[in-house]
């Protein structure tokens, strides 16, 4: 594989970090709406959707951060093996920066979603 197809690869893996995050905030945000929909009306389906809602963040939250934490073991494995390759080195640094801020995020959409009581 050349170097520059590799480095493509490289870049592109250092974005799944943030798509990892994107993809946690956009089933958060429809499993909400849904369980917040389906506790309406004269025969709810969901009686306790705070429960619920802290259930499927809980459970997002732990995968999110499962997939992060498969992110950064690939980057710091990348980063051992680049000893003298600066493009190397660089790129594995910012997908091991990427990957931290994503589960920061993931952290700071996680608490108000499975803490603050839901306005159902």
Do not use: Q
């Not at 369980?35 to 705070?50: K, R």
């Not at 994503?102 to 952290?107: E, F, I, P, T």
């Amino acid at each position: 594989m050349s170097a520059r197809r590799r480095h493509i690869r490289e870049f592109i893996e250092a974005l799944a970090g943030p798509a990892v995050f994107l993809s946690f905030f956009g089933i958060v945000y429809v499993l909400i709406s849904v369980a917040c929909s389906l506790s309406v009306g004269n025969d709810p389906l969901v009686a306790e959707p705070a429960a619920v809602i802290a259930g499927m963040v809980l459970g997002l939250t732990l995968v999110a951060f499962l997939l992060l934490a498969i992110v950064c073991i690939d980057a710091s494995r990348r980063l051992v093996e680049a000893e003298n390759d600066k493009e190397d080195t660089f790129l594995a640094k910012v997908t091991l920066a990427l990957a931290a801020l994503s589960g920061l995020a993931v952290l700071w959409t996680a608490l108000p979603a499975a803490t603050v009581s839901s306005v159902c």
